[in-house]
């Protein structure tokens, strides 16, 4: 098939063990799974039913273990936000897929930076308008290379925290999700037929805060990798 101008490039994320990449369909994620962090937000921790927002595939900023990738300040804001997640990629698709097999579609696991024009999105929020302009910009989802879930399971807890140059800021367990990771893939799949190469950023810990160009932004999840990026 011909195309009227040259087709982008698709979006990728490195699979640790190979020289194999791993496509990006869609970023799907959740908002204020954890309790701490939706009291720190404003919101009551209760076990509502979850919800989403979406990035763009190429928002994914792929960064190679024991490197530094730099990432640049986003325009139009003064308030940007460090948020550290779980990533879940998804392997196998499926509609209205069952708590209890809801692991079987996972083909693995990686950490990433929700990364968050703050001002904007709480802007936005208050207006009852959608958090594209806060959430879904370039280089808004720096990611670590995938680790197959064959190789090291389907984590229920770990530790995950984040630091901004060398100072703890977010630390949680992954135990401390309020939806499980079964439980958002079996959620979201009755609003969306979920696809082989779709990410899930499962939601950060309580702590995010600003950060400024020059910044080492550095996380992890115990057991799964860790990521470091530079804002410039």
């Known amino acids: 098939m011909d195309y009227v101008i040259p087709p982008a490039p698709i979006p990728a994320v490195p699979v ?25 937000m404003g919101s009551d921790p ?10 763009p595939a190429d928002a994914v900023v792929p960064v190679a273990p024991g490197n530094t990738t730099e990432t640049a300040y986003p ?7 460090h948020e550290v997640e779980l990533v879940v990629a998804i392997g196998r698709g499926g509609r209205d897929i069952g708590i209890e097999s809801a692991n079987g579609h996972v083909y693995g696991y990686a950490v990433g930076f929700d990364m ?28 670590s290379p995938i680790v197959p879930a064959a190789r090291i399971g389907h984590p229920a807890a770990g530790r995950i925290w984040l630091t901004v140059n060398g ?20 959620h979201l799949s009755k609003y969306f037929e979920l696809c082989p190469g ?13 950060v400024v160009r020059g910044d080492l ?5 115990e057991g799964i990798g860790e990521i470091s990026i530079r804002i410039t």
């Open 16 to 40: 640790i063990g190979g020289k194999d990449s791993f496509p990006v369909r869609r970023i799907y994620c959740v908002g204020r799974n954890y309790a701490a962090h939706a009291r720190e």
């Open 46 to 55: 209760d076990r509502e039913p979850p919800f989403f927002f979406c990035k």
């Open 75 to 81: 325009s139009q804001t003064a308030n940007y936000h």
């Open 116 to 143: 968050t024009r703050r001002d904007l999105q709480f802007a936005l929020r208050d207006k009852g308008r959608p958090w594209e302009l806060g959430k879904a910009f370039d280089q808004s989802a720096p990611i």
């Open 167 to 186: 100072v703890l800021k977010q630390e949680g367990d992954l135990a401390d999700l309020i939806w499980s990771v079964p439980e958002t893939i079996a």
């Open 198 to 210: 779709d990410l899930i950023f499962t939601g950060t810990p309580e702590g995010v805060g600003p």
């Open 217 to 221: 932004v550095a996380g992890a999840v």
